[in-house]
């Protein structure tokens, strides 16, 4: 592809250079695999739109858009297909509406009159865009997505049509889940045939915002945090608030993840703790069980469903499999749901015959606070282990620090994301911490 600027492309407000560079560069190169290495709030999503539709709009061709997250597609679509809004007032499409065909947001799919067509998927899709053919493929932040997924299902779809690849995205260090993107970057950087890269820092976005945000990023940030999330530097492990990678010893990988229900044997030599944060309907409970001595994970369970009783029957099923003592999150869905748990842990005896004793957690900002300090530091220890489990390293991943103005610290799952295998875990950890007088182990 060797275009000129679409002019059926609402140009308000933008690209700024940087997205302009991106997409020329992309849409003039030959290369295979194009890697982006850019700074948060760059922009990334709206030149990923820009890159799309100025390819689809000069020739039919088929474009998968591969995010990491349904909540990323949603983003996606905002920006491919629907309106530009600028303080609360609608502008303009960003593509001329006569030369769009149809848009189908039930499955992000976008078609052009010309026959280029768009199509927007999640890689948590069970094997997205397989069968597909394109031309182009977009994987939006690729380091959060894993390396299977990008060469094992994505890249063949290439193949028949001499397509090509970019990968935009912020860097999550050298090793782990993100370190396919580095190991592409670096190819790239040796001038491999196939390879090309284009990097740059958040300060590419003229916003005055997002720049005078930067001055204080860097003042207040740790260093690595700012050579990572602002100047886009791959550094050797990242900079994730959590990183469970280190403490998977205990079978699976990026590539074969083990799946869920996680269940060991119930062991002998030492008791049990379970960890169990309660989510409402379509999101998950998930409840963790580690040994109190040896922090190993025995068993993880993930489920779902609309009544109370379902979910604390199933979590009390798990608890009395393993005689765990039982920590639970009594904020929100834990309070009614709660009162459910604890029937039936304290009506049922584990094999022992003795009852499972359950303890609701008020979780605060504060204790919140010591809870994912206390799992940080297990985990940086490598004192903690677990499977490899591809939903509990996503989520760590994904976890993110906040300091607040009045100087605290929040951690929390970005909008759109989950947290509740993180604090399972970090139940259970608080459970082994705290044990009350009187035995609830």
Known sequence: MNLTAAPALCRFLGPHQGQARLRAEVLRNDAVVTTAVLGRRWGKTIGA??????????????????????????????????????????????????????????????????????????????????????????????????????????????????????????????????????????????????????????????????QAWVQWYEKNMPPAFYEQEILARFLEDGVSVLNFVPCCT??????????????????????????????????????????????????????????????????????????????????????AAGETLEKFCRSAADDTGVPVPVQGITIANENKQDMITALQTETQQQTLTMPYIAEAVSEADDFEKETLPSGRTKFSAPEGSHDDMVMALALALHGKRNIVQGGLV
């Open 49 to 210: 739109a820009e890159l799309c539709l100025e390819a689809a709009i000069h020739e039919p061709v088929s474009i998968g858009w591969f995010c990491d997250k349904p909540p990323r597609v949603r983003l996606a679509w905002r920006e491919l297909a629907e309106p530009i809004v600028w303080k609360d007032k609608t502008i303009a499409p960003r593509v001329d509406p006569a030369f769009v065909a149809r848009q189908r947001e039930t499955d992000h799919l976008f078609e052009m009159r010309n026959g280029s067509r768009i199509q927007i998927h999640s890689c948590e899709e069970s094997d997205p865009g397989l069968g597909e053919g394109y031309d182009l493929v977009v994987f939006d932040e690729a380091a959060r997505i894993r390396r299977s997924i990008f060469f094992e299902v994505i890249l063949p779809t290439l193949m028949d049509r001499g397509g090509r690849a970019v990968l935009i995205t912020t860097p999550r260090g050298k090793r782990g889940r993100g370190g396919w993107v580095y190991d592409c970057w670096k190819l790239g950087e040796r001038k491999e045939p196939g390879y090309y890269n284009l990097t740059g820092p958040s300060t590419d976005n003229p916003n005055p915002h997002i």
């Open 250 to 335: 205990q079978g699976g990988s990026a590539d074969k993840p083990i799946q869920l229900p996680y269940f060991e044997p119930k062991p002998d030599h030492e008791r049990c703790i379970m960890g169990l944060d309660y989510a409402q309907h379509p999101d998950w409970t998930v409840a963790w069980v580690i040994g109190r001595k040896s922090l190993r994970t025995y068993a993880v369970d993930r489920f779902n469903g609309m009544k109370y009783e379902y979910l604390s029957e199933r979590a009390a099923k798990v608890a009395r499999r393993y005689g765990a003592a039982v920590y639970y999150d009594r904020t929100g869905v834990g309070r």
